[in-house]
């Protein structure tokens, strides 16, 4: 496996970065197309290279309509804002990224709560579902307007859902006339995975979101798909938050591209994921290890190890980025610019840290 990064910024090359697939810089061909791309402005809905993304991601999503953001917070945020009236509730898993990473951002926009579900690796059951959906709200309960999904969970170590699952989910959600959301950052890391098609996991989710700065490698961008109508919605919003661009076609090129070249190759990470979650399942002071399904390894060190910090910063020395999520518990993520060398530096590194 090749390592497709070329480099340029902050962190040295010979560093490998498994702190998360964010972190990723666009390669050499990517950056390529870009000098290539027909721009307009995007706000006016102008900019070819960005319209013809969103069509494409659309059909890919099996939706009506697109519209491209500039980061998957932004897509959670202004479809939560959507779907919901001020106080009403948002079903969704505990360790969800909108209740945890977007700075109480459901609380704040669309002025409604979280309602979070203890569920399995980030994953709850319809019959969970069912349980939470207020009914006969009278005068005192919240409403539920939403339940939100994360395709794959993160903090529930990248686990999939499987497609009977959320289906289910969904047709629980509509026979109560709740909406349905997916947050789909790694959609297709869990499409690579399992053969599913992505708009058969979109199916039954009113809105969907595909994020492009993960495995797929670009510099920014994520597209928001649903209805004609919630995506007209999501524009306004979009436009109300200052989230209207101009030549955008300079950063959908490269979507473009990811699109083309960089979600085959999502195995790859997959397989390496593997690899590093067995090595690390072995080590004597690793307490559990999640289930690894596709590019995130989560393992929580016993107590009479040292702590995740601890770990991270020995790691460190030897030009390993690794994620301290907590005291105990250390997450490894990878993705294009790490290959399997670096896999094997990671494992050895870890080896000295946990034994
Ligand atoms: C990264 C991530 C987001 C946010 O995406 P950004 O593009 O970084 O804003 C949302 N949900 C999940 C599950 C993520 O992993």
């Known amino acids: 496996m090749a390592k497709l990064n070329d480099g340029g910024g902050s962190i040295p090359n010979d560093v490998a970065n498994f702190y998360s697939d964010t972190q990723t810089k666009p390669t050499?061909?990517?950056?390529?197309?870009?000098?290539?791309?027909?721009?307009?402005?995007?706000?006016?809905?102008?900019?070819?290279?960005?319209?013809?993304?969103?069509?494409?991601?659309?059909?890919?999503?099996?939706?009506?309509?697109?519209?491209?953001?500039?980061?998957?917070?932004m897509c959670n945020e202004i479809a939560l804002y959507i779907?919901?009236?001020?106080?009403?509730?948002?079903?969704?898993?505990?360790?969800?990224?909108?209740?945890?990473?977007?700075?109480?951002?459901?609380?704040?926009?669309?002025?409604?709560?979280?309602?979070?579900?203890?569920?399995?690796?980030?994953?709850?059951?319809?019959?969970?579902?069912?349980?939470?959906?207020?009914?006969?709200?009278?005068?005192?309960?919240?409403?539920?307007?939403?339940?939100?999904v994360e395709q794959t969970a993160n903090m529930?170590?990248?686990a999939i859902w499987p497609l009977a699952q959320l289906q289910a989910v969904a047709r629980t959600a509509k026979e109560a006339g709740v909406a349905t959301h997916m947050d789909g950052a790694r959609l297709f890391n869990a499409c690579v995975k399992s053969g599913v098609a992505a708009k058969d996991f979109a199916d039954g989710y009113d809105s969907v979101w595909v994020d492009f700065t993960k495995g797929l490698g670009c510099?920014?961008?994520?597209?928001?798909?649903?209805?004609?109508?919630?995506?007209?919605?999501?524009?306004?919003?979009?436009?109300?938050?200052?989230?209207?661009?101009?030549?955008?076609?300079?950063?959908t090129a490269a979507c473009h591209y990811a699109l083309d070249h960089h979600i085959d190759r999502l195995a790859e990470d997959h397989a390496l994921a593997a690899d590093i979650g067995r090595a690390v399942g072995q080590l004597p002071l690793v307490e559990t290890l999640l289930p690894v399904e596709t590019n995130i390894v989560i393992f929580d060190i016993a107590p009479e190890g040292p702590t995740a910090g601890e770990v991270a910063t020995q790691v460190r020395e030897e030009g390993l980025l690794i994620g301290a999520l907590d005291e105990r518990r250390i997450r490894v993520v990878t993705h294009l610019d790490v290959d399997a060398?670096?896999?094997?530096?990671?494992?050895?590194?870890?080896?000295g840290a946990l034994s």
Do not use: Y
Not at 105 to 123: I, K, V
Not at 343 to 351: Q, S, V
């Open 219 to 251: 510099p920014l961008g994520a597209v928001l798909a649903g209805s004609k109508a919630f995506v007209q919605r999501a524009k306004r919003v979009k436009q109300m938050i200052g989230g209207g661009l101009r030549q955008s076609g300079f950063v």
């Open 156 to 158: 529930g170590g990248g």
């Open 28 to 73: 050499r061909a990517m950056r390529e197309t870009v000098l290539e791309a027909a721009v307009g402005d995007e706000q006016k809905g102008e900019d070819p290279t960005t319209a013809a993304l969103c069509a494409r991601v659309a059909d890919l999503l099996g939706k009506e309509d697109a519209v491209f953001m500039p980061s998957g917070t």
């Open 83 to 148: 779907h919901c009236w001020r106080g009403d509730e948002i079903i969704c898993e505990r360790s969800s990224h909108i209740v945890n990473f977007e700075a109480g951002g459901p609380a704040a926009f669309a002025g409604a709560a979280t309602h979070p579900l203890d569920g399995e690796h980030g994953r709850f059951t319809a019959e969970q579902v069912r349980t939470a959906i207020r009914e006969d709200v009278g005068l005192h309960l919240p409403e539920t307007a939403l339940v939100s």
């Open 341 to 351: 060398a670096a896999g094997e530096r990671l494992c050895n590194a870890l080896k």
